[in-house]
């Protein structure tokens, strides 16, 4: 009987230590898989993120890329190629333009006093439109000097008009005028680079105001600038403006002109805020009777007035 209790105790006390070992085993085993676990959720992780990386390395570089090809592309925009047109500088003994009309229905839409502080507003209009003007300019406004060259590249034409616009100083003889015309050709040659052949005179060659200064002044000035290779255009159609009107009635009297050829008298001067409210609606009507505008070349169309003085 007392054999048989002592080997029941040694059984139970076999049974705990072998339970003991058993449940040790299973810690170990738990700590195991845990640490193994996390090795996965570690190695995974840095593969994840190393993928990642190169993800956005790649995107990144494809941003920067994309970025180089617009940059190129901006610049490519922001230099448009000027035409040359530095045949149309003066050169004495040359014949320029004619005085047959051609058969092509044909705006010359000029423009004379400025530049001003309207002429950026006239160039955006032009843009609009598709249309290419000529300026006759002059130095009243010397701090837009640089609207010149804008003008010109953007494809228009620069004619001279006179530095100072002064009749009584420009029409007081021949000399005088030339002076003068010279003067403001080197204005225009430091904005383009050239001095251009074609002229207006102020009031147009068949003026009369200019026998207040100087008998006979008016013939004597159209030929010399001829002999000299320039070219002067005065104008077969006028919008008006060199008097106070407002934009409807300007606009009425520019679009009632029906020459094939049309040379059209407008200001860009800085009192001319109605000529440039006016614009579209003169251009759009003759553009939808078939005209085209163009700025004057070296074998444009010529309209001389007759001699006033």
């Known amino acids: 009987m007392m054999e048989q209790k002592r080997r029941n105790g040694r059984n139970k006390t076999h049974g705990k230590r072998y339970s003991g070992r058993r449940n040790h085993g299973k810690w170990r085993g738990g700590l195991l898989g845990m640490a193994v676990a996390g090795a996965v959720l570690l190695i995974g992780g840095s593969v994840f993120l190393a993928i990642e990386t190169e993800k956005r390395i790649e995107a990144r570089t494809k941003q920067a890329k994309k970025a180089e090809r617009l940059v190129v592309t901006a610049e490519d925009i922001k230099a448009p190629v000027v035409p040359d047109r530095s045949d149309f500088a003066v050169k004495p003994g040359r014949t320029v333009g004619t005085t047959e009309q051609s058969a092509e229905k044909t705006v010359y839409l000029t423009l004379d006093d ?7 507003q006239v ?22 000097r640089h609207m010149i060259k804008e003008a010109y590249d953007r494809g228009h034409t620069i004619g001279l008009h006179t530095y100072s616009h002064d009749y009584a100083s420009i029409y007081s003889s021949t000399q005088a005028y030339m002076q003068d015309l010279e003067k403001i050709g080197q ?7 050239y001095v251009p052949s074609f002229i207006r005179f102020p009031g147009g060659a068949s003026n009369t105001i200019s026998a207040n200064y100087c008998t006979g002044i008016m013939s004597a000035v159209s030929g010399q600038v001829l002999a000299q290779g320039y070219q002067y255009y005065d104008w077969n159609c006028s919008s008006g403006d060199g008097s106070v009107r407002n934009a409807d009635e300007l606009t009425a009297q520019a679009t009632s002109c029906a020459e094939n050829n049309i040379i059209l008298l407008s200001h ?8 440039v409210e006016a614009l579209p609606r003169i251009i759009a009507h003759y553009q939808s009777q ?11 169309y010529v309209v001389h007035h007759g001699i006033g003085n």
Do not use: C, H, R, W
């Not at 400025?114 to 950026?120: C, H, I, K, R």
């Not at 204005?187 to 680079?193: D, F, L």
């Not at 078939?290 to 444009?300: E, L």
């Open 114 to 120: 400025g530049p001003s502080n309207l002429t950026a």
């Open 123 to 144: 160039l955006e209009i032009l843009d609009q439109y598709n249309v290419k003007a000529t300026f006759f300019v002059t130095n009243a406004m010397p701090e837009y």
């Open 187 to 193: 204005v225009v040659k430091e904005q383009i680079g």
């Open 268 to 275: 860009d001067s800085a009192a001319k805020a109605t000529t």
């Open 290 to 300: 078939g005209y085209v505008f163009k700025a004057i070349d070296t074998t444009s």
